[in-house]
């Protein structure tokens, strides 16, 4: 009789310990999803153009191998890089010409992602997508495969460079870059007149 009221006693004590961890654990899940947004978005200290509007880019996302950064290069930055390395390199005008034709209209994106191991550094997790304030999505694109270089601790670097998309009237962009083997979704917003 003792032996199965001290049985009872503990399974019970098991059974609210794992439902008492489970409650902490749906808490904390929640207040991370809470946490992981700007009320107003951030602009980026490093690129003018970019406002950040979820928190993955601190200390703690580093460390936590979940850092995504964004950067935008409009087209007038792209033309005057390229006029500027005409001049001190003294191209041939076909090399120009080259450059000059291959440069895209509406800017370029600069994805730089921060993850443990090299094989979670691969680009190609991730999906990048830009909607304007209607809603409509006007820039779809999954960068091309690789994977990181070892950058710091623990950490691994990749960074590609994508075409954006030039719309017929300057607008802000909302993009938004949703990594499938973490599964979250980085959000930021574009404003190519800076």
Same mark, same amino acid.
């Given at each position: ?10 399974? *019970?004590?098991? %059974?609210? $310990? =794992? ?8 808490k @904390?899940?929640?207040? #991370? ?16 153009y ?10 703690? *996302?580093?460390a %936590?191998? $979940? =850092? ?8 007038? @930055?792209?033309?005057? #890089? ?32 921060y ?39 623990d ?29 979250q ?10």
């Amino acid at each position: 009789m003792k032996k199965l009221l001290l049985l009872c006693c503990l399974v *019970s004590s098991f %059974a609210a $310990t =794992a439902q008492k961890s489970q409650k902490s654990k749906d808490k @904390e899940k929640e207040k #991370e999803e809470r946490k992981q947004r700007y009320m107003i978005p951030q602009k980026d200290k490093d690129c003018a153009y970019i406002s950040n509007v979820t928190k993955n880019t601190g200390e703690d *996302s580093e460390a %936590a191998g $979940t =850092a995504t950064r964004l950067a935008y290069r409009p087209y007038e @930055e792209l033309l005057t #890089e390229i006029n500027a390395l005409r001049k001190m390199n003294n191209w041939a005008d076909t090399t120009y010409q080259r450059r000059f034709n291959s440069l895209p209209a509406g800017g370029n994106l600069v994805v730089t992602m921060y993850r443990r191991g090299a094989q979670n550094a691969d680009p190609s997790l991730l999906t990048i997508t830009a909607k304007n304030k209607a809603g409509e999505e006007v820039f779809s694109q999954t960068p091309a495969a690789g994977n990181g270089r070892f950058w710091n601790r623990d950490l691994y670097k990749s960074e590609r460079t994508i075409p954006f998309v030039k719309t017929e009237t300057p607008q802000p962009l909302t993009v938004i870059i949703t990594d499938s083997k973490l599964q979250q979704n980085f959000e930021y917003v574009v404003d190519p007149q800076g």
